[in-house]
Every structure is written in structure tokens, then in C-alpha cells.
């Protein structure tokens, strides 16, 4: 007998294989922001400014504490950078409720299919994963909730860090050198486009990571400056060969200190 | 219609209980030993790819013998329920307790209720913040649930690797020494002993950060 399209076959899983998502939805239990009408009357709060660059090492991704909602500041100290796995970090920007539940999401699903399958999933097929929740975010952001991240890994096949830069209806792009989303995305972009070069050390990016950030937060009211009285600095984190790591928040705040003239 | 034959049920728990033993005893068995930092797992594997032993959650081992597409389809179960209780509430409210309680249950039912009962064992081992809160669980073919101290073994020659073990153990030894006392006890079950590369084995370690689970690479289980 010939298998009429739709016809399951006998391999086809019954129950979601090594997908965690797909696991959720199977128990009606995926996370969910359905509501009806305009976002208007909600303001929650956002997540504004994060980067993103590429050295030949590996990548660095940064980002700034702020979070706003409309034009007050809502925390000072939110995280907005998350190691999605071992050799890959993601950065968000956008409607911060959201976007740290689909990180913790992301962040499972790595993690499921690398137990199930006792591989890790290749970083471009990381990078798809993460499109395709972006882009199923779509009704949410026509509706004002808008939530973009930035992914950026060590591909240990390649042997070199990749960024990928997302947009709103789940469009993935692979960046070469730098790129930087969020309110002050554009201005902290300006900067690093003045400054960027393409045999830049560890410790260089890790400088201009932060300068791009005080350059952001100099123009736009949304993105947080390092502030030295509360000791408040970057997130920065480095992704090479190694895996990912966190930059110790010392460092951080002597590079924020020389961005700033501040001794 | 024919009239069904009346079996009792010792006979049929009996005949069930033989089937899934016999199964068991054709494969290699596993221990497990607690040392100062975590917890051992090792068993004699020939193929390298096919595992006996895996990761399901932060502190969380899962080994299994017999039957490997029976175990393995127990390990991904035990992967999803993981996965879905820490990411509903917190990864911390994840248990080997709970996680061995829901295999004994899966277990129990298939054994009464099914065509044929699975021919496995099953171990759960997590890794504590100390060695009081380590925790080592057993579940067999039909469903009971055994919790272990310090060492334990599956499989079916469970009896003379704990014995051997029982001989060899003491508190507070490090990862090296613990190995040796296991790959001995597994050396000891066979004349010839057990090649070099045929070992699989891996720790929860609670100095290896959120995901204490770590595979041994075979030069570390021939070192010891």
C-alpha cells in the first residue's frame, strides 16, 4: 500500500522526539501571551540596549542593566545576557517579560536535545531554533510586544565565533563583524563601526564592548550607563573555544571606568 | 470459543518475574560508589556509542541494564519528566526521589498489565551538596525500589559485585582510587577480566558546576 500524504509512518514519533517545545505543546502547557486588542493600556517593561561582536577568538556579547517601562526606569539591574548553552550565548532586547521566559525556554530545549541525543545541536541549527520562536512571536509584536534577540556562539566544527542578528517576523541573519539591537542599538552600532577592526584581542573587544555601551547611553535615555555609585556594570560575557564564560564584573568596571574618563 | 486456561497469579507473577531475570542476566552489570566529591558509574560497554550510562538532569545519573531499547525509552521518559518539572517550577525541584518513584511506578504497571515485562534494571543517582545528601536508587523489572548507600549495583550479578564492593569501601576516597575498586569488582566477575576501552563509566560531580554529569574518557578508566 502506497502512504497517502498525511499518512503517518511507523517511525514518525507518536510523541514529540527530542524537541522540548514540541514536548509543551503536547501537554498544552507551552508558554502563551494570547489576549485580544492593542498592547496600548499594557506598558511592560523593556529591555533596551544589547551587542554583539566577533574577534578572532571567538565572539563577545554585551549588554546594558536598564529596563524601561514607557519613560520610567523600571530595574536597574536586569540581566540580558544568558548562556544559551556551553559554546553559545543569547542577548534580548525587546518586551523583558517575555524575552526572559523565551530565553529560559531556549535554554531548556538546548539542553533536551543535547541529553536526548547526546550531541549538541549544531550552532546554525541553534540560531533556526531560535527564529522559529521569534516568528511565532509575530501576533505579539503586531500587537506592540516586541521581543528581538541576538544569538552568538563558537561553531566548534568551523573553529570561529558566529553572531546572528534576528528581526521581528523571525528573519535570521548572519553577521561578519558586529551588530547591536535594542533602543540604543543604532547609536552603540555608530560607535563600533568607528572603532571596529577585524584582528582585535580578547581584551580590545572586551573595551569596546563596553565603551559602545556608554557611547549608547550617552544618546538614548533607555540604556543604562555603567553607574559606579551602586556599582552597577555590563553584563559582558566571551564565547571561544574554551565555551561560554562570564567576564568578571571587576574587569568590567575598569573598562566602564576608562569609557567613562573616570579614573 | 475455547475456555482460557486458569493460571494462578504466583505462577503467572512467578513465570513473569523468571522471563525479565533471564533477560537481565544476558547483559553486563553496573555499580555505582560514592567518593569524596560525587558519584562513580561504571560498567563493562564494548560499543562507544551505544550508552548505558547518560545525563537526565543537573545532579541526576541514569544507568540501565538489559533490554537497551526498553532502558533507553525509560532514560528519554525520565529526560522529558526532568525537564518539565524544572522548567514548570525550579530546576532544584528536581529529585532522583521523585524520578525514581515515577520508574517504579512505569515499571510496576508494565509488569502486571503488559503482554511482557521489560527486561531491565534501572539506577538513579544525584549527587548531594555533601555525602549525607547523596543519593543512590534501584529499580528492578517488576517495579520494587531499593535506596542504596554508599555503593550499589544492577544487574545480574548484583550480589557478587556488592559483595566485592562491600569488601573494598570506605568513606572519603578519591574518584581514582573509587575506580579502581570498581573495575575490579567487575573484573572480578569474569577469568579474563575486562579489556582496556570496553569500560563506560561517568560521575556526578558536585565540583563540575550546575551540570555535575561528566562521561570518563577512556584514558582516565585505564589511568586507575
Not at chain 1, 533607555?222 to 553607574?227: E, V, Y
Not at chain 2, 540501565?64 to 525509560?74: A, D
Request: aromatic share 8%; hydrophobic share 40%.
Amino acid at each position: 500500500m502506497i502512504p497517502e500524504v498525511g499518512d503517518r509512518l511507523p517511525l514518525e514519533p507518536t510523541t514529540p522526539a527530542e524537541s522540548f517545545s514540541a514536548l509543551l505543546r503536547s501537554r498544552g502547557v507551552e508558554p502563551r501571551w494570547d489576549f485580544v486588542g492593542e498592547a496600548d493600556n499594557v506598558d511592560p517593561p523593556e529591555a533596551t540596549t544589547v551587542l554583539a561582536l566577533r574577534y578572532p577568538g571567538g565572539v563577545v556579547v554585551a549588554g546594558d542593566r536598564r529596563a524601561t517601562a514607557g519613560n520610567l526606569i523600571a530595574h536597574r539591574r536586569v540581566q540580558k545576557v544568558f548562556p544559551a548553552d556551553g559554546y553559545s550565548a543569547v542577548a534580548i532586547s525587546g518586551v523583558a517579560g517575555i524575552a526572559v521566559e523565551l530565553t529560559r525556554l531556549f535554554q531548556t530545549e538546548l539542553e533536551h536535545y543535547e541529553k536526548i541525543e547526546e550531541r549538541r545541536l549544531s550552532l546554525e541549527g541553534k540560531a533556526n531554533h531560535l527564529a522559529t520562536m521569534v516568528r511565532r512571536q509575530l501576533p505579539m509584536a503586531l500587537q506592540g510586544l516586541v521581543v528581538i534577540p541576538l544569538f552568538a556562539g563558537f561553531d566548534v566544527d568551523a573553529g570561529e565565533g558566529r553572531l546572528y542578528s534576528f528581526d521581528v517576523v523571525g528573519g535570521r541573519y548572519d553577521e561578519a563583524d558586529y551588530t547591536a539591537t535594542g533602543s540604543g542599538g543604532r547609536d552603540a552600532s555608530l560607535y563600533l563601526r568607528t572603532v571596529y577592526r577585524d584582528d582585535l584581542s580578547e581584551a580590545e573587544v572586551l573595551d569596546i564592548a563596553v565603551a559602545a555601551l556608554v557611547a549608547a547611553a550617552e544618546e538614548d535615555t533607555a540604556t543604562g550607563g555603567p553607574d559606579l555609585k551602586r556599582g552597577i556594570y555590563p553584563n559582558v560575557v566571551v564565547v571561544d573555544e574554551a565555551g561560554y564564560r562570564e567576564i568578571d564584573e571587576a574587569l568590567v568596571a575598569t573598562s566602564a571606568r576608562s569609557a567613562m574618563g573616570a579614573s | 470459543m475455547t475456555t482460557p486456561f486458569y493460571v494462578p497469579p504466583e505462577q503467572l507473577m512467578k513465570d513473569r518475574a523468571e522471563y525479565a531475570r533471564k533477560g537481565i542476566a544476558r547483559g553486563k552489570s553496573i555499580v555505582a560508589v560514592e567518593y569524596d566529591n560525587g558519584i562513580l558509574v561504571l560498567g563493562e560497554n564494548a560499543s562507544g556509542t551505544l550508552h548505558k550510562i547518560s545525563e537526565i538532569y543537573d545532579r541526576i545519573a541514569f544507568a540501565g541494564v538489559g533490554k537497551y531499547n526498553e532502558f533507553e525509552q525509560l532514560r528519554i521518559g525520565g529526560i522529558r519528566r526532568a525537564d518539565l518539572t524544572g522548567y514548570a517550577y525550579s530546576r532544584s525541584d528536581v529529585t532522583a526521589k521523585g524520578l525514581a518513584n515515577a520508574y517504579a511506578q512505569a515499571l510496576g504497571n508494565i509488569f502486571t498489565q503488559e503482554v511482557k515485562p521489560y527486561e531491565v534494571a534501572l539506577m538513579v543517582a544525584e549527587v548531594g551538596a555533601s555525602d549525607d545528601d547523596n543519593r543512590i536508587f534501584k529499580v528492578t523489572y517488576d517495579g520494587t525500589l531499593f535506596a542504596d548507600r554508599r555503593f550499589s549495583a544492577i544487574g545480574g550479578e548484583e550480589d557478587a559485585l556488592l559483595a566485592s564492593l562491600d569488601d573494598s569501601y570506605e568513606d572519603g576516597a578519591p574518584l581514582a582510587t573509587v575506580l579502581g575498586w570498581a573495575k575490579a569488582a567487575c573484573s572480578s566477575l569474569t577469568e579474563d577480566g575486562v579489556a582496556a576501552g570496553e569500560w563506560e563509566a561517568a560521575v556526578v560531580d558536585r565540583t563540575n558546576g550546575r551540570r555535575a554529569f561528566r562521561r570518563l574518557d577512556p584514558a582516565e578508566i585505564d589511568s586507575a
